[in-house]
């Protein structure tokens, strides 16, 4: 919703009894100010929580090796045996499983 939406909403609503112009700019300013801080609280708990998430995630990828043991997003527990551009072979009992690097969702341990 643009400034001059809000403008426009603003127009129409009626003035109060006894009422001073100073009196509707601090009104409609208390109106646009609330806006703006939901807007900011809005992106405090949602946008940013989300994006630093999505930049674990891409650190963990990068930081993928032969040898850790990860866990996938289906649950599937095993050793990365190798690390490709954009698939990853894991070792799983006595089976080699082959995933694309971003079902990794976490490490368990480091290779040595």
């Known amino acids: 919703m643009g400034i001059s939406a809000i403008h426009s909403l603003l127009a129409l609503a009626p003035p109060a009894p006894n009422s001073s112009p100073e009196d509707a700019k601090r009104a409609m300013l208390m109106q646009v100010g609330m806006i703006v801080f939901m807007l900011v609280i809005f992106w405090v708990l949602l946008?940013?929580?989300?994006?630093?998430?999505?930049?674990?995630?891409?650190?963990l990828l990068k930081s993928l090796k032969s040898g850790d043991k990860v866990v996938t997003s289906s649950g599937i527990i095993g050793v990365v045996t190798s690390v490709r551009e954009d698939a990853v072979t894991v070792r799983s009992a006595d089976?080699?499983?082959?995933?694309?690097?971003?079902?990794?969702?976490?490490?368990?341990?480091?290779?040595?």
């Open 95 to 112: 089976t080699k499983l082959e995933f694309q690097k971003g079902s990794i969702s976490q490490i368990l341990e480091r290779a040595a």
């Open 47 to 59: 946008i940013r929580p989300q994006q630093k998430k999505a930049r674990e995630q891409s650190d």
